[in-house]
């Protein structure tokens, strides 16, 4: 099983002031709504996870929606033997993720991982499922905190981007 989450980091709280309704795609997807992110595996109890308090979370999420679609650009899909590479990097470090889908497999491994710690692997399609779905609970968590997000151009566009999809 796939769990995707988030922390909010009390460290790097948002301006008091942020206009929410107003705020630009660059504002929510680096400025805003810092904190960890992790992604687990619950069957084998591992997990890439991040500690450092800044990772702006919505950023996070939209991003790896965009790399499940880029790693799904081989027409053959789950039929491609090739590997497919994508890289999630943090702004403010040089520390990646780093995605490569082969067949219908997605592995998951990150720069601060130790180098003899394997990646943790899901399916593809659970992985764009679980993205999407996180995506769409981050965004509800984070509208019902801050008042006028929900009312956001930008939040609306995402939501159309990225459905969720069904189980």
Request: proline share 7%; charged share 30%; aromatic share 12%.
């Amino acid at each position: 099983m796939l769990d995707i989450g988030y922390s909010l980091s009390r460290r790097f709280p948002d301006p008091p002031q942020t206009d929410y309704r107003r705020a630009g795609v660059h504002d929510l997807r680096h400025d805003l709504f810092c904190g960890d992110v992790y992604l687990a595996d619950t069957k084998a109890d591992r997990e890439v996870s991040t500690a450092w308090g800044w990772v702006p979370v919505l950023d996070f999420a939209w991003a790896l929606c965009d790399i499940v679609e880029q790693l799904d650009q081989d027409p053959r899909g789950s039929r491609a033997a090739k590997p497919q590479f994508a890289e999630l990097d943090f702004t403010e470090s040089t520390d990646r993720m780093l995605f490569e889908r082969r067949f219908g497999w997605v592995d998951i491994a990150a720069d601060w991982m130790p180098v003899e710690e394997p990646p943790i692997t899901f399916s593809h399609r659970l992985l764009r499922r679980e993205a999407r779905d996180f995506l769409h609970d981050l965004i509800a968590d984070l509208t019902d905190m801050h008042d006028g997000l929900a009312d956001n151009p930008a939040i609306w566009d995402l939501q159309a981007r990225f459905p969720r999809l069904p189980s």
